[in-house]
T-cell receptor, first 114, second 114 residues
């Protein structure tokens, strides 16, 4: 079954610095990949998704992600982090019959220092 | 309007109680989901409804009973829960049951079982 791994539990970034959150997937074919963000006490919000085509995907809030088949990765990036970006970030993959189910990675908590 | 509402926000119940969680959306979405999220863990899919019919049950114990009375409403009936069932219960909806359609999440109901 498809799965995703997020190797970083916590990351601290200074405000204004660039950000990269790592996500690795396991699947032989092209997976359906997603990045979600969850602020404290909130539900999840979709930042971006990749199904096929251009490997650099633009999302909301200034985020982008790059699909790299050779590295089985789908890393999330932002050029300049704002304090409001502090949250939990989940990478996810669609799996199951018809790819109808989302399976989430363990998440990376982003802390933003002043 | 891209809002999914969930009530109540918080719920404390004893192991012999019966309670229900409610989820509502008015986006015309035909797929609705229940997820369970334990503290510091990713969301885990429990149930999926498509066109008001149960499409996916992730082998959830029978003390959790979902119901989709109409296309806008999703309930989760709880009975004889265990303390380990304490978690954040998230509802989501999407236009159809397919990965190309974004899932919109509600803020969740935080359940404590005493």
């Amino acid at each position: 079954a498809q799965s995703v791994t997020q190797p970083d539990i916590h990351i601290t970034v200074s405000e204004g610095a660039s950000l990269e959150l790592r996500c690795n997937y396991s699947y032989g074919a092209t997976p359906y990949l997603f990045w979600y963000v969850q602020s404290p006490g909130q539900g999840l919000q979709l930042l971006l998704k990749y199904f096929s085509g251009d490997t650099l995907v633009q999302g909301i809030k200034g985020f982008e992600a790059e699909f790299k088949r050779s590295q089985s990765s789908f890393n999330l990036r932002k050029p300049s982090v704002h304090w409001s970006d502090a949250a939990e970030y989940f990478c996810a993959v669609a799996t199951g019959t018809g790819f109808q189910k989302l399976v989430f990675g363990t998440g990376t908590r982003l802390l933003v220092s002043p | 309007d891209t809002e999914v509402t969930q009530t109540p926000k918080h719920l404390v119940m004893g192991m012999t109680n019966k309670k229900s969680l409610k989820c509502e959306q008015h986006m015309g979405h035909r797929a609705m989901y229940w997820y369970k999220q334990k503290a510091k863990k990713p969301p885990e899919l429990m149930f999926v409804y498509s066109y008001e019919k149960l499409s996916i049950n992730e082998s959830v114990p029978s003390r959790f009973s979902p119901e989709c009375p109409n296309s806008s409403l999703l309930n989760l009936h709880l009975h004889a829960l265990q303390p380990e069932d304490s978690a954040l219960y998230l509802c989501a909806s999407s236009q159809e049951l397919a990965p190309i359609y974004e899932q919109y999440f509600g803020p969740g109901t935080r359940l404590t079982v005493t």
